[in-house]
Nanobody
């Protein structure tokens, strides 16, 4: 069982920055693929970014160049640095962990992930 706890969300003006944190419980964190997803009101949960167990990163097109995902295996933590925030980035942001070993993980698919956090709200005002 893996528990994920997100933090760092809040209210920020457009153009500002936030850093999200996701702390994972238990051993084995360095072997997990980790992802960030977000869900805006009335919309489906969508992929934002992922980082593999080998620290290879993936981003959805709308956040490339603005968001950076990283991990610190010694702290069992994954980060999402969000810069140049836009009102359309407003959503609840969720951290997720994939414990499986696949040849080609579908990092952008919600179905790929085994555990989810409770989410943290990010609100960007115009």
């Amino acid at each position: 069982q893996v528990q994920l706890v997100e933090s760092g969300g809040g209210l920020v003006q457009a153009g500002g920055s936030l850093r999200l944190f996701c702390a994972a419980s238990g051993r084995g964190f360095s072997s997990y693929n980790m992802g960030w997803f977000r869900q805006a009101p009335g919309k489906e949960r969508e992929f934002v970014a992922a980082i593999s167990r080998r620290a290879i990163t993936y981003y959805t097109d709308s956040v490339k160049g603005r968001f950076t995902i990283s991990r610190d295996n010694a702290k069992n933590t994954v980060y999402l640095q969000m810069n140049s925030l836009k009102p359309e980035d407003t959503a609840v942001y969720y951290c997720a962990a994939d414990l499986k070993y696949r040849i080609a993980p579908m990092y952008s698919s919600r179905n790929e992930y085994d555990y989810w956090g409770q989410g943290t709200q990010v609100t960007v005002s115009s």
